[in-house]
């Protein structure tokens, strides 16, 4: 007979669960005969280490409710046999089959998240706090990403329609609220599939929704600006008119009437072309002498600043700049811009958290809008 390589790592597993299992029985009170102890821990010790509840039901001699219920802490079920079983439990690694679970609880455990684009690291970060929130409540997700296209959007609600996922977190996309179409988001309300509105909030639907008070912020940016005795502000927006844009844009006109500053409409500068953008941009800064611009958006805000660096003005002592650009590197752009803290990882935490509460029918049916406020983050380019 051949003598076992004691220097095996197999033999050690083997040793160590004999000595394991031998343990369970003596701390279990289960009684074995002496006989059969030792055929009834090698069984064990060969046995796969994932283990269903019927199995372990079978090892304890018990029924496969008790060993769930004893899992879940029943209060039906004595102390002694819940020790029992989760100390079987554990010996196996035995974790609940997610599928089986969702079964029962007829939930898939699936969320669908819908970004228009991942162009821009703002919805990056969105989804990194979905994710953490959404793994921390229990559920995987799936996202989706429409390049801005209303028919990609409308073809992934049509898939997700079909019960794959418990619920949908959407930014919508560009073609969608220009062309002002939300049937197909609708239907799956219909379906009782719940739906929660992300960042692109500013849609006439009565579901869910969490964002930034984005006029808001605009105004404060130009009540700051004005604070510091600067009167010709303008404007500079990448996204054009709709959605975001459309509502930043009213922040900063009900700010400039406020604080009676002039309203000049080459002052707003806002178009999807980037090469219009530059142009009247130019003309701005060579014509009407602006003393700070706001950035509405990413590309704007980039935008500004190389276009006031190509005409020779210094950013802050000539021009000053705020916008909306990535936290990560705002500081090391030259000069570092200031910049609008959006919070995003804490929308896609909100997000989530509202979307599972709605899974679990935790909320009532009346639809919550929840703002997160955000807040300057001042570098040099308003250094004054």
């Known amino acids: 007979m051949p003598v076992p390589d004691l220097q095996e790592p197999a033999f050690f597993i083997l040793i160590t669960r004999h000595i394991k299992y031998a343990s369970y029985f003596y701390k279990t009170g289960i009684s074995v005969s002496p006989l059969l102890l030792p055929k009834l821990i090698l069984i064990l010790c060969v046995m796969r280490s994932k283990i269903t509840l019927k199995e372990l039901a079978k090892l304890l001699s018990v029924s496969i409710s008790t060993v769930s219920k004893a899992l879940n802490d029943s209060s039906e079920i004595s102390p002694k046999t819940i020790n029992r079983v989760k100390e079987l439990a554990k010996l196996h690694n035995y974790r609940p089959n997610p599928t089986a679970v969702n079964l029962k609880r007829n939930r898939t455990g699936n969320i669908a998240v819908i970004v228009p ?26 996202t989706y990403i429409t390049n801005e296209s209303l028919n990609l959007e ?15 977190l959407i930014s919508v996309s560009e073609e969608t609220q220009k062309l002002n179409d939300y049937k197909h988001l609708y239907q799956l309300l219909e379906y009782e599939i719940p739906v929660v509105l992300f960042d692109r909030i500013n849609v006439e639907m009565e579901v869910d929704k969490v964002g930034v008070n984005d006029r808001g912020s605009i105004y404060e940016a130009v009540q700051y600006l004005y604070s510091k005795n600067l009167r010709k502000i303008g404007l500079v927006c990448a996204n ?15 700010a400039c009437k406020d604080f009676n500053l002039p309203v000049n409409k080459d002052f707003l500068i806002f178009s999807q072309d980037s090469d219009t953008l530059k142009s009247k941009l130019n003309i701005l800064l060579a014509e009407e002498k602006v003393e700070a611009l ?8 980039l935008l500004c600043s190389r276009v ?10 000539d021009i000053k700049i705020i916008g909306y650009v990535n936290d990560d590197f705002a500081p090391f752009l030259w000069p570092a811009l200031s910049y609008v803290d959006q919070h995003p990882a804490l929308i896609g ?18 639809p919550v809008e929840k703002i997160i406020k955000t807040e300057f983050v001042h570098l040099d380019s308003t250094r004054f």
């Open 117 to 142: 684009n991942i162009s821009n690291i703002f919805f990056a970060k969105v989804m990194g706090g979905i994710e953490t929130e959404a793994r921390k409540l229990g559920f995987q997700v799936i």
């Open 154 to 168: 409308q073809q992934i609600s049509e898939l997700i329609s079909n019960g794959i996922v418990d619920g949908l």
């Open 240 to 254: 054009g008119e709709m959605g975001l844009g459309k509502k930043r844009i009213e922040g900063y006109e009900a």
């Open 294 to 301: 706001i950035g509405l958006d990413y590309l704007g805000t």
């Open 308 to 317: 006031v660096q190509e005409n020779n003005l210094r950013i802050p002592e």
């Open 349 to 366: 935490e909100t997000a989530a958290a509202l979307l599972v509460e709605r899974i679990k029918k935790e909320k009532s049916n009346f």
